[in-house]
Nanobody, 128 residues
Framework: QVQLVESGGGSVQVGGSLRLHCAAS????????MAWFRQVPGNEREGVAA????????YYADSMKGRFTISRANGETAVYLQMNSLKPEDTAMYYC?????????????????????WGQGTQVSVSS
């Protein structure tokens, strides 16, 4: 079992930045494919970025490339999501997900959102 806790959300103005953090606890001896998703009420959840904590490249949904960067946190099973040049349409609940699977990250299937573990989410609000 793994527990995921997101933090770092908040309210910012257009053009601002935020860095989200997702920390995993529990069974973290093995590496995970960890990903960020976001969802606005009434809309489908959409993938943002993913990476395998054991190493390798990072992956992004096409619409998220350029302003979002996922990275590993040193010394822990955790990832960050750096969000720059934020826009009002980035307003959403951001969720972290994890699964002990390299192929989920590598094959792009992470975008389907079928993960074993999910956090509770952290709200990001961007105002103009």
């Amino acid at each position: 079992q793994v527990q995921l806790v997101e933090s770092g959300g908040g309210s910012v103005q257009v053009g601002g930045s935020l860095r989200l953090h997702c920390a995993a606890s529990g069974d973290t001896v093995n590496p995970y494919c960890m990903a960020w998703f976001r969802q606005v009420p009434g809309n489908e959840r959409e993938g943002v970025a993913a990476m395998f904590t054991g190493g390798g490249p990072d992956y992004y949904a096409d619409s998220m490339k350029g302003r979002f960067t996922i990275s590993r946190a040193n010394g822990e099973t955790a990832v960050y999501l750096q969000m720059n040049s934020l826009k009002p349409e980035d307003t959403a609940m951001y969720y972290c997900a994890a699964e002990r699977s390299f192929t989920k990250c590598y094959t792009g299937s992470w975008l389907q959102g079928d993960f074993d573990y999910w956090g509770q989410g952290t709200q990001v609000s961007v105002s103009s």
